[in-house]
């Protein structure tokens, strides 16, 4: 059976709670529902007035877990082409479940007499059954009170003022200018749900480009929705409504590109995460010593992975680094110094490798290990697909700067890094050697004979800012980059693959993340007038979709939604706040006691104020004019800001 499309619902989450809808408000076909710990508790709710639905003329997102429908009962009120009596529905998602209010408002001239009736029922549905479209054979029980699945799930719904019965059913006197109103709230009852209790984020922005500050604020929106605790640590789930879990590399990267809210997420991340690092080897769910996960597979999400699965070749590396940059934003020594053997354990791992760090697939659970996870994912630039094991670029690049990284931490902590230090040299040596393919680019991968995957791929920003390449390889790289990239982001194969088809989901999509990692890159290099481009294109995609930037959508001019992406997603939300890391050129180095700001210039956002960025003890509030000058008004005590001079750029085609 086909997964269900999602580009038309409108979602309202609150971690582990997802609501999803028609724009019409009203719960008939899959996915549509409210879902808990990836149950299903309502799978149809529908609304008539005087027997009958009103015609919906809107729909709009409130914020992460609210929205609004509107609906006019044309059937009602007077005569002529006005509206005059309205059905409002405000709806908010909560962890346990969620609410509706219902609001009819009576603009007409004339008194209402009329009954309103509520249908609701559930099937109890396993999230995994609605991905696979397997719920054809459920059966559905309405519901009016409580009802019990026999398996022990119960659900409830309440509603205020009591209905006069039957069911949920109210009789309505409406007098001329009078609203009435009533609140339907749906709960599910047997789980109590590990929703995360955290301090809101202060970060705010105000820019001559108001699109910044919108896709700033729905980012942070979404990350504090997607937030979910593994006992007293919070994490970002990956996404909704099929991801609402712990993953290795999605939970990482959105911790990481995150860090404008402060290090809190990263180190919760890294701590839920450390607690489940590797330590046998089981090659039925990829398990290896000192392997981080990559994802915790919930009983009822789906059916073909193991409960706590280790196919992923990035994760360990990407542990590292995050946890290297959650150190120079401010976490604690306290809090750095217990995951010091987890570093020694994730960099033994790297280093365990024969030749570079490859991956093969047991034919148990994913093919492909990298974050292109999908069968046709790496290919060939005729089309071939890559016979494994596969050793891809990005992870090179990743366990490159993890090795730094670590090593880092390690002198830190009155430990030797020098090892590893010697470690990542050889690697990029070696990489230098292998991967550079004859057009003057890195291939996506080697494959299981050491021949290059020759495509010409978004993986290759990954590579910049991390310090594997050296600066002419870092300028070929962003001459690239700007080749892959629509007006909305970098394209994830370049149109001249064979296999390139701007709705896949691998091969020509824009994936936010991948554009913004790649972003961060073209900053930490020095490439400004790409870097300028590419902020850019992703403010054009937050406008394109109204701000909720979805996992992924087409490589093509118009940013046709992918239909099955997720949204929202932590790491395309957590791409707001990492828009601001790289307009400001901001580098945060905690243990050495600075800041620094080198801002893009001239300001593709013109001028802009960015307040409540967190930064160790405290926050940054920086002004920064059109030209890109920057103003510090505020800044963490006992830390010390400077402003680096613009550095020359990389001049790429526009």
Not at 310 to 337: F, I, N, Q
Not at 363 to 378: A, E, F, P
Not at 556 to 570: E, F, H, L, V
Request: hydrophobic share 40%; net charge negative; glycine share 10%.
């Amino acid at each position: 059976m086909a997964q269900p499309y999602l580009h038309e619902h409108v979602t309202c989450v609150a971690a582990p709670a997802t609501w999803l809808s028609s724009p019409s408000g009203d719960l008939a076909a899959d996915p549509d529902g409210i879902y808990v710990e990836d149950r299903r508790v309502l799978s149809r709710l529908a609304v008539t007035v005087a027997g009958r639905p009103a015609v919906p003329i809107g729909a709009r997102r409130t914020g992460a877990g609210t929205a609004e429908f509107t609906g006019v009962l044309r059937h009602l009120g007077d005569d002529g082409p006005d509206p005059t009596v309205t059905l409002s529905r405000r709806r908010g998602a909560e962890p346990g479940g969620g609410h509706e209010t219902l609001v009819i408002t009576n603009a007409s001239h004339t008194a209402l007499r009329v009954a309103v009736e509520v249908r609701a029922a559930t099937d109890f549905a396993r999230m995994g059954a609605v991905k696979d479209g397997r719920t054809a054979e459920l059966s559905t029980v309405d519901l009016v009170g409580r009802a019990d699945s026999p398996d022990g799930m119960r659900v409830a719904v309440t509603a205020e003022p009591a209905p006069d019965g039957p069911g949920l059913r109210w009789e309505v006197t409406l007098a001329p200018r009078e609203t009435w109103t009533a609140r339907l709230t749906f709960t599910r009852l047997d789980v109590t749900p590990s929703a995360a209790a955290f301090a809101r984020s202060g970060l705010r922005v105000e820019a001559d480009d108001r699109r910044l500050d919108a896709l700033v604020r729905a980012g942070v929106e979404d990350l504090e929705a997607l937030r979910r605790a593994d006992g007293p640590d919070v994490y970002y789930t990956a996404g909704s409504p099929w991801y609402l879990t712990l993953f290795g590399r999605d939970s990482l990267w959105a911790a990481r590109l995150g860090l404008p809210l402060g290090p809190e997420v990263a180190a919760g991340t890294l701590r839920a995460l450390a607690r489940r690092q590797g330590e046998r080897h089981d090659p039925d769910t990829d398990e290896e010593p000192g392997k981080i996960l990559h994802e915790v597979r919930p009983a009822d999400a789906s059916y073909h992975l193991p409960p706590v699965y280790y196919g992923t070749v990035d994760a360990t590396a990407l542990w590292v680094s995050t946890l290297a940059d959650a150190w120079r934003w401010g976490l604690s020594a306290s809090e750095v110094e217990p995951l010091l053997p987890n570093v020694e354990r994730a960099l033994s791992w790297l280093a365990g490798h024969e030749g570079f760090i490859a991956y093969r697939a047991n034919g148990k659970g994913l093919t492909n290990h990298g974050w292109k996870d999908s069968g046709d994912g790496v290919q060939h630039a005729d089309g071939r697909i890559a016979e494994g094991p596969l050793a891809l670029s990005e992870v090179q690049a990743y366990a490159f700067q993890a090795a730094v990284d670590g090593a880092a931490l390690l002198d830190a902590f009155g430990r030797r890094g020098d090892r590893w230090r010697a470690w990542a040299a050889d690697l990029a040596e070696r990489f230098r050697t292998a991967f550079w393919c004859p057009g003057g680019y890195p291939a996506i991968a080697l494959d299981g004979t050491g021949a290059q995957v020759d495509s010409i791929a978004s993986n290759m920003g990954h590579l910049l800012g991390t310090g594997l390449l050296n600066a002419d390889e870092s300028r070929a790289v962003a001459e690239h980059l700007a080749g892959l990239r629509s007006p909305f982001g970098i394209r994830t194969v370049a149109p001249s693959s064979a296999g390139y088809n701007t709705l896949s989901y691998h091969l020509g999509s824009v994936w936010p993340h991948d554009t913004a990692i790649a972003l961060l890159g073209l900053v930490r290099d020095g490439h400004r007038i790409e870097a300028s481009a590419v902020a850019t294109a992703l403010l054009s995609a937050g406008e394109r979709f109204g701000f909720r930037l979805p996992e992924l959508f087409a490589g093509d001019d118009a940013a046709t939604p992918y239909p099955a992406s997720c949204r929202p997603q932590a790491w395309s939300a957590a791409a707001g706040p990492a828009l601001l890391t790289a307009l400001l050129g901001l580098n945060p180095d905690v243990p050495a006691g600075r800041v620094t700001l080198a801002p893009l210039s001239p300001s593709p956002v013109g001028a802009y104020r960015v307040r409540g960025l967190r930064i160790g003890p405290g926050e940054l509030d920086v002004s920064v004019s059109p030209d890109g000058t920057p103003t510090v008004h505020d800044a963490p005590a006992n830390l010390t800001v400077a402003i680096e001079p613009p550095r020359t750029s990389c001049r790429t085609h526009q």
